[in-house]
T-cell receptor, first 115, second 111 residues
Framework: NAGVMQNPRHLVRRRGQEARLRCSPVKGHSHVYWYRQLPEEGLKFMVYLQKENIIDESGMPKERFSAEFPKEGPSILRIQQVVRGDSAAYFC?????????????FGQGTRLTVV | GDSVTQMEGPVTLSEEAFLTINCTYT??????LFWYVQYPGEGLQLLLKATKADDKGSNKGFEATYRKETTSFHLEKGSVQVSDSAVYFCALGTSYGKLTFGQGTILTVHP
C-alpha cells in the first residue's frame, strides 16, 4: 500500500520563479493538509482541502500561495514569485475522514531551496 | 487559539537512560493529543495518541498520559536506544483533523 507521495523531494528555484509541489494522498483518502516546516521550527498548518474544495486556508500567506485538490490527480501547492524566506520543508498529510482523533499520514516532504 | 509548548532541546542521553520530553497545551474544548516522530530526511510518523482525559497512549516502549488538570502530555520511555534518535513533536488535533504542533525536541542517544 502506497503512503502519501510527494514530489519532488528536493526543489531548487531562483528568486522570482514559481514552485509547484505535488501530493498524492493515500488511496481512498479525500482529506489533504499542507504544513510548512521552517528551519529549526515545528510544522505550521497552511491549508486543509477536500476534493475540489478549500476548507480552511487560515495558515496560507495571503499573497503568492495557492492550493488545489482537483477531482482527478494530486493536490498541488503553488508558490509564485518565490523569495528566500519561502525556503522550507513542505509536508502533505492525508486522512480518510475527519475527527479530532483521526490519524494523519504524512509524506516525506518537499524541501524547497530558493537561491 | 490552540497552542502546544514542548521542552527546550536538544536532549542528549546515553543508551538505556530514562527519557522524558515535556509537552503542555492550550486549547478550547477537548482536543486529542499526539506524539509524532521524524527521522532524518523523513516525514512524520505517528508514535502514539490519546483521545480523552486520563487516556494513556503507548507504542514501542514510549508512553504518554493525557492530563487534563495540568494540560500536559509528557512523553516517557524507560530505556532509550540509539535508534530512538530523532525529532519528537507533540501535537493537538481539532475537530476536522488539523494539527497544531509544538516546536519539536531533538533527541540524540549515544551508545
Amino acid at each position: 500500500n502506497a503512503g502519501v507521495m510527494q514530489n519532488p523531494r528536493h526543489l531548487v528555484r531562483r528568486r522570482g520563479q514559481e514552485a509547484r509541489l505535488r501530493c498524492s494522498p493515500v488511496k481512498g483518502h479525500s482529506h489533504v493538509y499542507w504544513y510548512r516546516q521552517l528551519p529549526e521550527e515545528g510544522l505550521k498548518f497552511m491549508v486543509y482541502l477536500q476534493k475540489e474544495n478549500i476548507i480552511d486556508e487560515s495558515g496560507m500567506p495571503k499573497e503568492r500561495f495557492s492550493a488545489e485538490f482537483p477531482k482527478e490527480g494530486p493536490s498541488i501547492l503553488r508558490i509564485q514569485q518565490v523569495v528566500r524566506g519561502d525556503s522550507a520543508a513542505y509536508f502533505c498529510a492525508s486522512s480518510p475522514g475527519v475527527g479530532q482523533d483521526t490519524e494523519a499520514f504524512f509524506g516525506q516532504g518537499t524541501r524547497l531551496t530558493v537561491v | 487559539g490552540d497552542s502546544v509548548t514542548q521542552m527546550e532541546g536538544p536532549v542528549t542521553l546515553s543508551e538505556e537512560a530514562f527519557l522524558t520530553i515535556n509537552c503542555t497545551y492550550t486549547a478550547t474544548g477537548y482536543p486529542s493529543l499526539f506524539w509524532y516522530v521524524q527521522y532524518p530526511g523523513e516525514g512524520l510518523q505517528l508514535l502514539l495518541k490519546a483521545t480523552k482525559a486520563d487516556d494513556k497512549g503507548s507504542n514501542k516502549g514510549f508512553e504518554a498520559t493525557y492530563r487534563k488538570e495540568t494540560t500536559s502530555f509528557h512523553l516517557e520511555k524507560g530505556s532509550v536506544q540509539v535508534s530512538d534518535s530523532a525529532v519528537y513533536f507533540c501535537a493537538l488535533g481539532t475537530s476536522y483533523g488539523k494539527l497544531t504542533f509544538g516546536q519539536g525536541t531533538i533527541l540524540t542517544v549515544h551508545p
